[in-house]
């Protein structure tokens, strides 16, 4: 299949995260299909896309024109043979449950046309797994979207064992040609690169804050206004490149041994979830979210990345 041949597109599965890649796709022209098991999920997913362009009018990044344009190109079903039957490229965007995703697999596999590419959003789950169960593994892969999708460039392709040269390019093009900074992992490994570069990070944070090495906000705050503020212009490799190569080999090797190498998640973060102080959702985590607060606090999250978005894309395509 050539890239200009995908037209249709099914997401299956309207929560976090497929609500906003019908979006994406909506945005670029594509006929959307949005699948879930139930007309009121469909139903806030529709007010969640619209009100995520509202935003983007805010901030100058579209006209009024284009979100009517993005939303007429979206409709929704309860029947998954409905969503996929005409559909080029499916992403599935279910609960991270195993069996779930194989069982919508083989349907998807029954439903969508033989050329379709099966593409699953899971954050962890083996590919080779879920594709497996269908007749065409070869054209199954991962096509991981960070929260929120809609904002955050980069998406990660993952290839299952099976997966083909064919559909691993043409993924990456599509997701090219969607505005987004696909990067190719070429081996699925647990976390692909996204979630071990997060998760090596949070292991020495919550590590810090075990043992009094500061506070939240200062372990927040080292990170926000320096490490973070410098790794949306430059990796960790690159940063190695720019400080010297011999000055972080001397770190590393005096450093290294006594960073965290905890084995499973340390009693400061198990204490707060076994107490249902799960952070903004429930309105207390490291720091306390009264309703107000939290409503204000997502607010201005997605308002900052917008704005960093809106740098980003002013910086060009090599960014
Ligand atoms: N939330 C994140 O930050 C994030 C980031 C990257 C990847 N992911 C991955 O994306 C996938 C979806 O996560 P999410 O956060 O959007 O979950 P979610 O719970 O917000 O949404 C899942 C949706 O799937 C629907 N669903 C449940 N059973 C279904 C079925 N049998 N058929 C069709 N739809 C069904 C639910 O009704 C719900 O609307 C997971 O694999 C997750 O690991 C999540």
Redesign the pocket.
């Known amino acids: 299949m050539k890239l200009s041949q995908i037209k249709r597109v099914a997401v299956?599965?309207?929560?976090?995260?497929?609500h906003g890649f019908a979006q994406i796709f909506a945005q670029k022209g594509y006929s959307v299909f949005l699948?879930?098991?139930?007309e009121k999920?469909l139903k806030a997913?529709l007010a969640r896309i619209g009100a995520n362009l509202d935003t983007f009018i805010e901030h100058g990044m579209i006209r009024a024109k284009e979100k009517k344009a993005a939303l007429e190109k979206i409709a929704v079903t309860t029947h998954?043979e409905e969503a996929v039957s005409k559909a080029d490229f499916v992403l599935?965007?279910?609960?991270?449950i195993m069996d779930?995703?194989k069982?919508?697999f083989v349907k998807l596999d029954r439903f969508a046309p033989p050329h379709a590419i099966l593409a699953?959003?899971?954050?962890?789950?083996s590919i080779t797994q879920m594709g497996s169960v269908t007749q065409r593994p070869e054209k199954t892969i991962i096509v991981?979207?960070?929260?929120p999708?809609t904002i955050i460039p980069v998406v990660e392709i993952v290839r299952g064992e099976k997966t083909s040269d064919e559909t691993a390019e043409l993924c990456y093009r599509l997701l090219l040609k969607l505005g987004k900074r696909p990067v190719r992992v070429l081996k699925e490994v647990p976390g692909f690169l996204f979630n071990r570069l997060q998760l090596a990070l949070y292991r020495e944070a919550l590590y810090c804050l075990e043992n009094g090495v500061a506070t939240a906000e200062d372990i927040d705050n080292v990170v926000k206004t320096g490490y973070g503020f410098r790794l949306a212009n430059l990796g960790p490799l690159e940063t190695s490149d720019f400080g010297g190569l011999d000055t972080f080999y001397r770190l590393a090797q005096n450093l290294f041994p006594d960073l965290s190498a905890a084995q499973s998640a340390p009693p400061v973060l198990e204490k707060l979830v076994q107490a249902g102080k799960l952070g903004v959702k429930t309105g207390e985590g490291f720091y306390s979210y009264p309703p107000a607060v939290a409503k204000k606090k997502i607010k201005q999250r997605d308002q900052r990345l917008l704005q960093q978005l809106k740098l980003f894309m002013s910086l060009g395509k090599k960014g």
């Open positions: 299956i599965g309207a929560g976090i995260m497929g699948y879930d098991i139930d999920i997913a998954l599935e965007a279910v609960p991270e779930l995703k069982e919508i699953s959003n899971t954050s962890g789950l991981h979207g960070i929260n999708p």
